[in-house]
């Protein structure tokens, strides 16, 4: 998550927004990263990335450069976009994926813009649900496949009520709120504090905005 300077907003009208989505996507492709959820908000974004290399901070680093530049110029602006260093959370892909999406997804709902997460035009709330057309450059697979092994369609019916759903994931909501840099059950935690890098398949993890290398070398200082 990354948000504006003092909080100032960062998206002023439709076309920052655009061009934002336009640089992400090329950062996601030059980066060679997998981008499996995102969420715009006027001050602030979140990302859920899946990084195949350690270079999270560089990408980044590379979008928040592009758009901070293009911004200033577009808007006759001067200094700094965005507040310091992005945030980072390592977040366990089992039991913790599921709550990561819809708090991702809720966060238009949260701040009272719209009342359905499909009405923010500026997620992939509905890319992923199967109600809008992919922007290119997100893959949704890996949310699908935590509501089973069906056909696509019927995937995205369970993630849409699991999103819509009234009730709220608990602990974990102020989890992914919080400062915490490794979010998930004490097994994974020790493995990514430790560098454990023998993973299960069901401990693969979701890297919303730092490689595991660099969270390694972060939580070390």
């Known amino acids: 998550m990354s948000r504006g300077n003092g909080r100032m907003r960062i998206f002023l009208d439709d076309a920052d927004y655009r061009k934002f989505l336009f640089i992400l996507g090329d950062v996601v492709d030059t ?3 997998d981008c499996w959820d995102f969420c715009l908000m006027p001050n602030h974004y979140h990302l859920a990335f899946y990084p195949t290399k350690a270079n999270i901070s560089r990408s980044i680093q590379a979008l928040n450069g592009d758009y901070g530049t293009w911004w200033n110029k577009t808007h006759s602006m ?3 976009v965005f507040q310091g260093r992005f945030k980072a959370q390592i977040v366990q892909q089992e039991g913790y994926l599921r709550a990561l999406c819809r708090y ?16 923010w035009r500026w997620s992939s709330y509905a890319t992923t649900a199967g109600l809008a057309a992919n922007p290119g450059f997100v893959y949704s697979e890996p949310i ?3 509501f089973g092994d069906d056909e696509v369609t ?14 709220w994931e608990g ?8 400062r915490e840099r490794v979010l998930g059950d ?3 935690k020790r493995q990514v504090v430790g560098g454990d890098r023998a993973e299960s398949a069901s401990q693969r993890v979701v890297l919303p905005t730092l490689s595991r ?9």
């Open 171 to 178: 602990d974990v909501d102020d989890r992914l709120r919080s």
């Open 78 to 80: 001067i200094g700094h």
């Open 31 to 33: 980066f060679e990263i």
């Open 154 to 167: 019927v995937l995205q019916e369970r993630y849409q009520k699991h999103v819509l759903a009234p009730q």
């Open 104 to 119: 991702i997804a809720r966060n238009p709902v949260r701040a009272k813009l719209v009342h359905d997460p499909a009405d």
């Open 213 to 221: 290398l660099e969270a390694l070398r972060s939580l070390a200082l």
């Open 144 to 146: 699908l496949n935590q």
């Open 186 to 188: 004490r097994t994974f």
